[in-house]
């Protein structure tokens, strides 16, 4: 067996590895689309962005790499290791393998909030600002209902309140979508509620970087806490814990990378569900070792999805088709073969 | 050590037990005995700080528990849980560091130190050679004693057991209250509940027998655990003595011709 001083380096090792093979799948996913471009064209136009000069290649080359392809794959990047986090957060914040970000009703709020957004006829970033505020309230409703409950589980009562208040958020949905108009406004709602990344834009990635850099604080900080706060409320707190500080500082940092990627991209369904699994397979249950991996493989796989869905078909697929028809079927195979994960 | 005065506690307004007052010195195990739903989890739920007392009070070292903060409980009086199914595959070595939480700071990792004492804790129960195991994937013996290594790695003056023996298999159950009578020899204050009389007379210096959320017996088991107290508890007919060869007093309920 590895003694942990070995571990350790075995890990930088993975993380080194992680980061180079997400760095060749950006690559290609610049390279890959309709207009194909190659990769000494990619690393030219990227070398002149940085540093502020003219690159020596085709204008449209750029245009397609500095303003359509590289936002888009930065916000992929951002969206896939946000949603993987956030769930692997919550997994073993609710002791729970099948919670995904969405546990306490982000997406729906969120989706409410857009949705309102889209009927009021509101320009694209009032509609991303009130997903992500519809986002923040629908979390913030079940967390005050949960922490009022007393005498119960709190982690419990937080996923009950959960299920209760995303009921309510999910009639508004259906009210709105009634009452939209359906040649105009509901294809758009439709089309948001599977999720996309064809519209971001650069001002987009800026936009959700800062929330998504405060989220990520807490879980990076907390990332031994995490652990113990897997043995459940009562254990955590007879071993000098104060869970619900703790608590509350992770469903911060998860909800807010949540709200913030849901903003710009819509409902992107099972990255947060099936990813943590996949990377507790890889390096286990040690919160230490799941975040990075999490992070990466959440980046990696959402690259991988937005580029199918923009390059296999004529038109666009929406990424929440394509991650549940990867995904779900990967779930399944995970639940026969796979033991590790959890038991 | 640990005391309860007049101790009543329950849930809010629900009143489990009351009138309760015991006092648990170093080196003693202490025995909570009583039938389900006399009140033994809710009461240990209430001598960790889990749960306020409903009156009365709870004493640790002679400070009232509810005025030491949760971290100063933790470095004093440690909870083993009932042997369970973890959810994540932790190593054996990674669940006995968690007992060192209070030692981490909130945004830290455990240190060197940290884990030679966790390699202590481990090694002192013979634990050591599982470090590397899931435990996940260990024995129900294994995970009690993975379980009492996390809270030895609390540093803890007082162990307070929930049914140490409840779901192991016979050799285990032996095993772990060896390790119960050990710790205690070496300075350990133990309270910990169980449904066995046997395991009352083989481990406990004093056993505290808990009927309808009173205290029904206190004092060495020899004494107050008799017949007509297990009749009173549990509604069953036993005898009670000491086998030939047998070094403690054992009890072998009589079925009546109805049961």
Known sequence: MKNAADSDRGNWKLVVFGILGVAVLAMASMAIGKYSVPPSAILRVLFAGLTGGQPDVDPIQQTVIWNVRLPRVIAGLLIGAA?????????????????????????????????????????????????????????????GVGTAVRGRDPVLTLVLAGVAIGAIVGAGISLVKILADPYDQLPAITYWLLGSLTAVTRADVGSILPAIVIGLLPLAALRWRMNVMTLGDEEAQTLGVDTRLTRLALIFGATLITAASVSIAGIVGWVGLVIPHVARLLVGPDFRRLLPAALLLGGGYMLIVDTLARSVALTEIPLGILTAVVGAPFFLWLLAYGKRGWS | MLELRDLAFGYGTSRVGTGVSLTLRPGEVLALLGPNGAGKTTLFKTMLGLLAPLGGEVLLDAAPLETLDRKERARRIAYVPQAHAALFPFTVRDVVLMGRAVQVAPFSAPGRNDREVAAAALERLGMAHLSDRPYTEISGGERQMTLIARALAQQPKVLVMDEPTASLDYGNQMRVLGHVRRLAREGMA????????????????????????????????????????????????VVMGVLPGGSSKVCSPRLGPGD
């Open chain 1, 83 to 143: 949603l993987a986090a956030a769930g692997a957060t919550y997994q073993g914040l609710f002791r729970n393998p099948l919670v995904s970000p969405d546990i306490l009703g982000v997406s729906a709020g969120a989706s409410l909030g857009a949705v309102l957004a889209i009927f009021l006829k509101m320009p694209v970033p009032v509609i991303q600002l009130m997903s992500f505020c519809g986002g923040l309230l629908a979390v913030a409703a079940v967390y």
């Open chain 2, 190 to 237: 133990v309270v910990l509940s169980t449904h066995n009389p046997d395991h009352v007379f083989m481990v406990a210096d004093r056993v505290a027998m808990l009927h309808e959320g009173r205290l029904a017996g206190l004092g060495p088991p020899a004494d107050v655990l008799t017949v007509e107290r297990v009749k009173q508890l549990y509604n069953i007919d």
